[in-house]
């Protein structure tokens, strides 16, 4: 069931792109004033994977900072040499549907990571499928011990 408040989050704009042929943090997304869970991510390879890789959703909870910084706790891709890209012909595109959907709140982010690089993809693209948690702030305080969000009038 498809409800208004799932979008598509685009990790890359326009002609911005993952390189995932080195490792390191790619890109980073955060709620800023309701909490969203992450349903699914997509990935759209430019090629053909010359070697397997991983890409990972890590969480940080404090915005820039990695003090308790998680590992692949949002979801973790494994690119693979059968993922096949033909040139000329519509890209392959990996989805991972998250079994238990973590709920993001403002002032947290998720970075994703590449821990394993994988040889050929240099401009993949990456968005996250998300559903807001439509919310009045001053509840969000009260219901996350690690949300910083203060209600001022």
């Known amino acids: ?32 004033c309701v909490p969203h869970y992450v349903r699914m991510v997509a990935v759209t390879l430019n090629a053909t ?8 959703g890590d969480l940080r909870l404090t915005r820039g900072s990695d003090t308790n910084r998680t590992d692949g706790t949002v979801f973790t891709i494994n690119l693979a040499t059968t993922h096949t890209v033909t040139a000329g012909s519509v ?6 549907y ?12 998720v970075v994703v990571e590449v821990t ?12 996250f499928w998300v559903e807001a948690v439509y919310e ?16 001022t009038t």
Not at 136 to 151: E, F, K, L
């Open 1 to 32: 069931m498809h409800t208004n408040s799932r979008y598509e989050v685009n990790m890359t704009s326009g002609t911005a792109v993952l390189d995932v042929t080195s490792t390191g943090d790619k890109a980073i997304w955060g709620p800023v």
């Open 49 to 56: 994977p010359g070697d397997a890789g991983v890409i990972k």
């Open 136 to 151: 009045d702030p001053d509840n969000i305080v009260g219901q996350s011990t690690t949300s910083t969000m203060v209600a």
């Open 91 to 96: 890209s392959k595109v990996i989805y991972h």
């Open 98 to 109: 998250i079994a238990n959907p973590p709920l993001i709140y403002p002032g947290q982010e």
């Open 116 to 127: 394993d690089a994988s040889a050929a993809d240099s401009a993949v693209k990456m968005s």
